[in-house]
């Protein structure tokens, strides 16, 4: 079962680069690293995937080192509506199936 | 492209009772999933539903349950609810194809209450 680790909460200025680093020793072979950013009272949402290397979409950008056990989520000038929770998560590996574990995210609190 | 709906959105029973909460995935998706999450535990994964199939459990007792449909619709009951049952239950869904971490998208979620 591959679990992951990251810092419990951040502070940040409106205006900064954030990065959140995760920690994620026993990744399978398989496993894509997938980051989810959640408000309060609403759904997890989909922010980036990678499987290895640095992954960039059009909100942050995932940097995965080559033995992949950490990977590091890069948000580029947040504001204050990016405060919110961050969960890292692994695909966990299961015979035919998927099955999404989360931990317990990081919850950034951007000020002004 | 109609996202996830959850219904209803909020939910008061009593301790004893029985509930079932709807999950309407994405037209395509056939994967949908149920989470768990409370203040104290977080977001805990309560089972996985593909073409019908449970595929996937976590560990959570007997009285939690679920099923889905042909259509890929699912419902998730709890019987016998006790008041650590008081949570926020997410639905969401996938494509479900074998890759391993698929994107999932995420309902409202339903706010139940056991009193």
């Known amino acids: 079962l591959a679990k992951t680790t990251q810092p419990i909460s951040m502070d940040s200025y409106e205006g900064q680069e954030v990065n959140i680093t995760c920690s994620h020793n026993?990744?399978?072979?398989?496993?894509?690293i997938t980051w989810y950013q959640q408000f309060p009272s609403q759904g997890p949402r989909f922010i980036i995937q990678?499987?290895?290397t640095k992954v960039t979409n059009e909100v942050a950008s995932l940097f995965i080192p080559a033995d992949r056990k950490s990977s590091t989520l890069s948000l580029p000038r947040v504001s204050l509506s990016d405060t919110a929770v961050y969960y890292c998560?692994?695909?966990?590996?299961?015979?035919?199936?998927?099955?999404?574990?989360f931990g317990a995210g990081t919850r950034l609190f951007v000020k002004a | 492209k109609a996202g996830v709906t959850q219904t209803p959105r909020y939910l008061i029973k009593t301790r004893g009772q029985q509930v079932t909460l709807s999950c309407s995935p994405i037209?395509?998706?056939?994967?949908v999933s149920w989470y768990q999450q409370t203040p104290g535990q977080g977001l805990q994964f309560l089972f996985e539903?593909?073409?019908?199939?449970?595929?996937n459990k976590g560990n959570f007792p007997g009285r939690f349950s679920g099923r889905q449909f042909s259509n890929s619709r699912s419902e998730m009951n709890v019987s016998t609810l006790e008041l650590g049952d008081s949570a926020l239950y997410l639905c969401?869904?996938?494509?479900?194809?074998?890759?391993?971490?698929?994107?999932?998208?995420f309902g409202q979620g339903t706010r139940l209450t056991v009193v």
């Open positions: 969401a869904s996938s494509s479900g194809g074998a890759r391993v971490g698929t994107e999932a998208f």
């Open positions: 026993n990744i399978a072979t398989n496993d894509y």
């Open positions: 990678g499987y290895k």
């Open positions: 998560l692994v695909g966990d590996e299961n015979t035919g199936g998927f099955k999404t574990i």
């Open positions: 037209s395509g998706h056939r994967s």
């Open positions: 539903y593909f073409s019908e199939t449970q595929r």
